[in-house]
Each structure stands twice: as C-alpha cells, then as structure tokens.
C-alpha cells in the first residue's frame, strides 16, 4: 500500500500517442516511466518489490509510510527552491541615456540617436542621485546595478555619480555590490576602460555573430556596420578588463536562423566561453521591422537544437562553451538550488527581482515596462522616483502584476509538468496578447519553453554519456 | 467553419475536465458546453474556415482522458499541497552562532 505525493505528469515529449509518462515531483525532480507503470502507479497496485516503487519512493512521489517526513522534505526543497524570493529586488537596471551610437534594427528600447538632445534624453546629476538612494533601500544583501540605454557609455558622468553615491551609503550598509554595464563598445575610451576596472565593473556587450550577421542589424547612426570598429575596442578593452568580467549577448533575427553554427563559432573566435541564443523582443523598432527580422517559434527552436547540439560536440572536442539558457533549465531541472532569472520564475521577477530606472526618473517593474511605455503604454510602470519605496514596491501596481504572474495558480500552467522549472513574463503576454497572465495555448513564451525542456529531457536521456555528463558539468557551476 | 457536437459521460467527466481541454485548444477551435441529464454536450466549432480534423478529435478526447486524471489528482493532493506550502514559508527560528 502506499499513497500519492504531489506530482504532474505529461505524454512524453507532448506525444499524446506516447508509451511513457513523463513524471515530475512537486520541487521539480523528474522520472519518465511507461504507461503502464503510471496506470499501476494511479490505481493503486504498483508492487511494492518493483524497481519503479522504489524509485518512485525515492523521488518523493508516492510515500509507503507516514507522508509526513515526505511533507517536511518536499517543504525543505521548495524552500530552498524559492529561495530567491527572501531578499527581494536585487537587480536594478538603470537607464542613463536613452541616446545611442547605434540604431539596431531590432532595438527594443527605441533608441535615440546620439546627437538627440542631451536634456531630453539623459538622466540629470539630481536624478541619479535620488536612483542611488532608492537602489540601497531595497532589503538585498545583494545588488547587482545595471547601467543600460541607449548606449549607457554615452553618459559616462551619471554613471560615475550614481556608483559615487552607492558606494557613499554602502559604507555603513555594507551589501555586496556589483556594477555592469551594458554597452556596445564602440565609442568606449580608455578613461571609461580605466575607470570599469578600478571599479571592478563587468561589460556586458553585443555580438550577433560573423561581421554578415553582426553588420545586417547592428549599424551606426549612419547605418553602417560596426563589427570591425567593435572587435577592434573589444582587444583594446582586454587590456583593461578580465575576459571573465566581459560577457556578450547575441539577438536571433531571420538573418541568423540556419546560422547558429557561425555564431558559436564567431564566440569561441573572440575567446568567450558563454552564448545564449535570445529570440527576438517584441517591442520598439524591432516591432517596425518585425516583418523583415521575426520568424515563427518552431523556427528558432528548430535552429536552437542545432546550435546546442553543435555546442555539445564542441564541447566534446574539449572546446569550452556552455549555452546560457540551457544552463539555467538544467539547474531547475537537476538540483535543488534556487535559480531566480527575471524573466523565468514564478512570482515573476517584475519589481521583486529586478527593477528599471528610466532616464526621466520614471520606475518600471522591468526592461519591456520601459519599452512598452516608449510605445505608448504604461500598464507596467510603478512610478517615479519621487515616489516613497514603499508607494514603488509594495504598491497595488506591483502587487497587481504579481498576482497574474504567479504559475501554480495560472490556467494551464497550475496543471503543467514544467512547473517547477518553469515561470511567468507578464511583460511578453501583456505586449503579444494584451494580458498579464496570457492565454498559454496561443504564447509563443510557454511553446518555447516546453520545446526546450522536452529537448533537454532527449539529451538527457539519451544513451549518449559524453553529452550527459557535459551538460551535468555545466550545471556545477552556478550561473 | 468546422463543427462537431460531442457527448460525455457526466459521471467520468468533469466540467474542470472540459473546461481545461477546451483551454488547450483553444487556438485551434471553440468550445460550448452544456449538461443534459446525465451527460455533457460538446460543441466545438473551428476558428477558422477549416474543417476539425479527425486528428484533432482523437487528440481532444486524449487530452480530456489526461485532464479527467489530472481533476481526480488534484482532488487527492489539494490538502497536501496546502500543507507543504504552508510549511515552506512559514517562519523559521533564528539561530545565533557563536
């Protein structure tokens, strides 16, 4: 005899003809089994001298005595799971210019260009200052601050003054603080090099790939390509800067389906040892352009497979490099620590992970906030900065966001075998169906994710060992 | 424009079930209950001008069978849960280490 924990269950690989089951416990531990063995497990007669018992048994999804040291253990783990929840907002994003040297096609932010007015579009000496102040009031232990744009370099004073104030109050708050700043190299000067270092800054950049994919949408104000000027900085900035402090983003458009190869390549070229595939943002001048730079979702799923498997034999020649995204999913889905990324968890991240501090002083609960409020919405907007903390984030706009984004008790999502691994983008669903919570049979988010965890399910599986253990290996080291 | 009226068994199936199967597809097709008796009438009507496949109606029984189950499992571990929850976040004791 023995009774059921909780547990969600799926057909294999979303194969409704499927002869396995794929279970997985309330904190995320998984097994797939037959359907046999789960028609057994739900009536009741799963014989208890069975390996399937006992493993059952071992992943807390049926408890042969008292469920109650089941209870405390599931407990322990969804503890330890939400963990990223106890310190509240962490990371907060600051916009110091809205200007930029670029005009990427695909710019989400709307960027201004960089002979825009400085008046209208950089962030005052007043208001970052009062950036600053609001930023150490958040009850972390840790903050990460994020200079954005725009292009945040082109703001270099706001920069200086918003760490000179920081690190004033942190003298007697003492929080483990971290700066980063995302620019796109290539105006940097040596000065602003200089002074990243003696700061301990990290650099996060922009590569898309071989100068061809790189030149198609990342262009100048004049609307050449920057590829050439940018590797070049890029050398000059390791002068400066520890490889390990410089991380490089990339941006998926049409250009780069079928190509993710290149890009990998073009990444281990320039010594990085991290790439994640990011699909396209819908918001901004990307949204201009959608028709000439998005695709489907099968399709970037069906080019994300190739660059991971590419990844992988990469790795296997002993070539390291680790696809981010990929990362993080197997840290949900193979240990018990506490993985909180922005844009994946539940309660969303929104306000109480992350937060942006626009320019003009405006508060938003996250990056697409300011975006969509750049095209006219301000649904995710919290405020200002004149505001008081507590109006900011612990405010009904917060607390209304919060409460759609929240997946145990979202439509769909509450039943779904992903769960634990899973979370909420209430900016994705309110800009692609004009809803928080979004309708998960029409989101593209939930389609994306459910492919990726199905296709890191079929590695796992596999019989290939040496892509096991690679992916084992990269879950051992945190992100 | 598809349409196909089903009926269920009201004994084996629940409103919960239907209800959740018609969420799942709902990009693909409408769906309108109503109980008559002792069981459940379906319609489901295309969303758009093609017609529902025979595909799609093995699928949605199957997934209205997984649903059903999913109902029933979430009647067993609905205090449990609860319980777990609860025990997550409730406040635990400070312990000061010398």
């Avoid at chain 2, 649903?67 to 025990?87: G, M, P, V, Y």
């Amino acid at each position: 005899m023995y009774s059921l924990l909780p547990f969600r269950f799926l057909p294999y690989k979303n194969d409704l003809n499927s002869e396995l089951v794929l279970l997985v416990n309330y904190v995320g531990d998984y097994k797939i089994v037959s359907s046999e063995v789960f028609s057994k497990l739900l009536s009741g007669t799963l014989s208890a001298n069975s390996q399937s018992f006992y493993d059952l048994q071992g992943l807390n999804i049926i408890s042969s005595g008292v469920p109650e040291a089941d209870v405390a253990v599931l407990a322990t783990r969804y503890r330890s799971k939400k963990a990223y929840l106890d310190s509240f907002t962490s990371l907060h994003m600051v916009v110091t210019t809205l200007r930029c040297n670029q005009q990427c096609r695909y710019c989400h932010a709307t960027a201004k260009k960089e002979e825009d007015s400085v008046s209208t579009y950089d962030m005052t000496i007043e208001t970052a200052r009062k950036t600053a102040a609001m930023i150490m009031q958040s009850p972390s232990p840790v903050i990460k601050v994020e200079f954005q744009g725009g292009d945040s370099s082109l703001n270099m004073p706001v920069v200086q003054e918003i760490v000179k104030e920081i690190n004033q109050i942190n003298i007697t708050l003492q929080k483990d603080v971290e700066f980063v700043i995302c620019t796109n190299l290539l105006d940097i000067s040596t000065d602003d090099l200089d002074y990243f270092r003696q700061h301990n800054f990290y650099l996060s950049i922009s590569l898309d790939g071989p100068k061809s994919i790189h030149d198609s949408n990342r262009v100048d104000c004049a609307g050449n390509g920057t590829y050439d000027r940018i590797m070049k900085n890029l050398e000059i900035t390791r002068d400066y800067i520890a490889p390990n402090r410089i991380s490089a983003l990339m941006t998926a458009t049409r250009k780069s389906l079928g190509h993710f190869k290149e890009i990998v390549d073009e990444y281990v070229a320039q010594g990085f040892h991290g790439i994640i595939f990011r699909s396209l943002n819908p918001y901004g001048r990307c949204i201009e352009n959608w028709d000439e730079l998005s695709y489907s979702m099968d399709e970037f799923i069906a080019s994300y497979k190739d660059g991971l498997n590419y990844i992988i034999e990469l790795n296997k020649k002993g070539i390291s490099i680790v696809e981010g995204y990929a990362k993080l999913l197997l840290s949900r889905m193979l240990t018990s620590y506490s993985t909180g990324f922005v844009d994946l968890q539940s309660p969303a991240g929104a306000g109480i992970s992350g937060v942006i501090y626009d320019y003009d002083g405006m508060v938003y609960a996250c990056d697409e906030g300011r975006m969509l409020a750049e095209m006219g919405d301000e649904r995710l907007c919290l405020g200002t900065i004149d505001d008081d903390y507590q109006a900011i984030f612990n405010g009904e706009k917060l607390h209304s966001i919060i409460a759609e984004s929240i997946v145990e008790t979202t439509p769909m999502c509450t039943d779904c075998v992903y769960r634990m691994w899973c979370g909420a983008d209430p900016a994705r669903h309110y800009a692609t169906q004009h809803d928080l919570m979004g309708h998960k049979a029409k989101s593209d988010f939930c389609k994306k994710h459910m492919a990726l965890f199905d296709f890191l399910i079929e590695l796992l599986e596999s019989n290939d060992t040496a892509t096991r253990d690679i992916l084992f290996s990269w879950v051992g080291g945190r992100l | 424009m598809g349409t196909a009226c089903l009926d269920f068994d009201s004994s084996i199936f629940s409103i919960e079930a239907l209800l959740n199967t018609g969420y799942w597809c709902a990009d693909k097709a409408v769906l309108e209950i109503k109980e008559e008796g002792k069981s459940y009438k379906v319609v489901l009507t295309s969303k758009d001008e093609t017609e529902l496949t025979a595909q799609f109606f093995d699928d949605f029984k199957t997934m209205l069978v997984h649903n059903q189950i999913r109902a029933n499992l979430k009647n067993i571990f609905a205090d449990i849960e609860k319980t777990i929850i609860n025990r997550a976040f409730r406040p635990i004791a400070q312990v000061n280490v010398d």
